[in-house]
């Protein structure tokens, strides 16, 4: 019998690291929705209107910070799982990043959280032989271990997708050279290599590797995929959705941005975004969710009209 099908028994509680930003927010909503376990966010803002609206829906709200892992203990305290994610684009994580991480999953340990999930990404450094240097996934990939070696009853590694929500986020279309409206990109845009999904997805693969408990073997691989796209593919369901939208290939030594991004589109091109080891990883998650994730066409006709 599961905690809520017994309501003498308190529910057990779940941790959310980043519980007010994308990822955990997906996370802490999922949670919320699946109805098992009791929900704790952690956030430096607990004042905040996304910190005040989950607080509405009954999540405990502490304030603790990634950074000070000192302020940790009383958010993890009595939990029976933690959701830990860290965000190398934060200008105070980003170089921090094993190190912040770290801390975290010792201080889960610590506090005698049972089932721990990390939110990782593949080790470019290792799938490129040091070729290239893509920190925003080799620094999550390198707290894998630490996880491993940790000693948690269970423990989890979900695979975040290249969201959906970047293409009105940070690659959202920019004015092109001959004039048009769309993308700039050093890699094949015909080349279907992108494992692409909405964000709020890993919420759903999350929440249901924490109700599977012993169902789920110990140390699985979730990655979340709504699809696997290539750039023309998002153009022509843009195109489809009345988006007059464009792709643009340029020579890598002519892209714009900066070199983690440039070489972040040529490792998907050589490698694809989960890595060689994808077909595997998607299927784990789409066992564990086997309703699916989001695809493409109704994410974008929601979020990207016209």
């Known amino acids: 019998m599961t905690n809520d099908q017994d309501p003498r028994r308190p529910r057990q509680m779940i941790t959310v690291f980043g519980g007010t930003g994308l990822q955990g927010g997906g996370v802490a909503h999922a949670l919320l929705d699946l109805g098992e ?12 209107d ?21 302020s940790l203990g009383a958010a993890l305290r009595g939990a029976y799982g933690a959701f830990v994610v860290t965000n190398f684009w934060d200008p105070q994580q ?39 240097k893509l920190p925003h996934f080799t620094g999550k990939a390198r707290v894998d271990a630490v996880v491993d070696a940790a000693g948690f009853a269970r423990h989890t590694f979900v ?4 969201y959906f929500q970047n293409l009105i986020g940070s690659f959202r279309p920019q004015v092109l050279p001959d004039g048009r409206r769309g993308w700039t990109i050093p890699m094949d845009p015909a080349a279907p290599v992108i494992h692409a999904g909405d964000v709020n997805d890993v919420g759903r693969a999350v929440a249901a590797a924490f109700s599977a408990r012993g169902a789920l073997a110990d140390g699985s691989y979730l990655a979340v995929c709504g699809g696997t796209y290539s750039w023309n593919d998002f153009v022509r369901t843009l195109k489809e959705l009345g988006q007059d939208l464009a792709v643009l290939r340029v020579k890598p030594e002519d892209f714009a941005g900066s070199q983690e991004v440039r070489e972040t589109f040529q490792y998907f091109e050589e490698f694809t975004y989960f890595g060689p080891e994808h077909e595997k990883l998607i299927a784990a998650a789409n066992t564990l969710v086997p309703v699916g994730f989001t695809p493409f066409w109704d994410w974008a006709r929601l979020h990207m009209k016209p």
């Open 159 to 162: 695979q975040a997708p290249f």
């Open 37 to 48: 376990f009791g929900v704790r966010v952690v956030t430096r803002s607990p004042a905040g």
């Open 50 to 70: 996304v910190a005040r609206a989950l607080a509405a829906r009954g999540v405990e709200v502490f304030k603790a910070d990634l950074l000070q892992p000192g």
């Open 94 to 132: 980003g170089t921090r990043e094993f190190e912040i991480a770290k801390a975290a999953v010792t201080a889960a340990w610590t506090a005698g959280v049972e089932h721990l999930i990390w939110s990782t990404l593949p080790d470019v450094d290792r799938l490129s032989h040091g070729r290239m």
